[in-house]
Nanobody, 127 residues
Framework: QVVLVETGGGLVQAGASLRLSCAVSGRTFGNYAMAWFRQAPGKEREFVAAIWWSGGSTYYADSVKGRFTISGDNAKLMVYLQMDSLKPEDTAVYYC????????????????????WGQGTQVTVSS
C-alpha cells in the first residue's frame, strides 16, 4: 500500500508564505512523477504543479507561476510546494498525487492520470 501524507497547511495572511510537504511511504520504487492539486469548496480539483523525478523537470499552472515552486528529494521521496505571495484565491485543500508510469505535460491536469492521492492539507489565506 502506497500512502501519501501532506503536511504544512495553515492559516496565513495574504502575501505570506507556506511550504507544503508530501511524504511517500510504502512501495515507492518506480515512482515517476508527483504533483500538487488543490480544491476549493464548491469547485473542481485544479492542477497546481508537477515534478518528474528523473531530471527534476517541473510544470506549473499559469495561476501560480512565479509564486509557487515544486521541488523534491528523490532519496527521501519527499515532494514540496513552496508557496510565496499567497492570495485569498489560493485558499483550498491541497492534495499530493503520484504516478508510477510515464506521463506527458498534456496529461498532467487529468485527475485520472494520477493513481495515488494524499488526504489533503488545508491552506487558508485571509485578506
Amino acid at each position: 500500500q502506497v500512502v501519501l501524507v501532506e503536511t504544512g497547511g495553515g492559516l496565513v495572511q495574504a502575501g505570506a508564505s507556506l511550504r507544503l510537504s508530501c511524504a511517500v511511504s510504502g512501495r515507492t520504487f518506480g515512482n515517476y512523477a508527483m504533483a500538487w492539486f488543490r480544491q476549493a469548496p464548491g469547485k473542481e480539483r485544479e492542477f497546481v504543479a508537477a515534478i518528474w523525478w528523473s531530471g527534476g523537470s517541473t510544470y506549473y499552472a499559469d495561476s501560480v507561476k512565479g509564486r509557487f515552486t515544486i521541488s523534491g528529494d528523490n532519496a527521501k521521496l519527499m515532494v514540496y510546494l513552496q508557496m510565496d505571495s499567497l492570495k485569498p484565491e489560493d485558499t483550498a485543500v491541497y492534495y499530493c498525487a503520484g504516478r508510477w508510469s510515464r506521463i506527458t505535460t498534456i496529461q498532467l491536469a487529468d485527475l485520472s492520470s494520477w493513481g495515488i492521492w494524499g488526504q489533503g492539507t488545508q491552506v487558508t489565506v485571509s485578506s
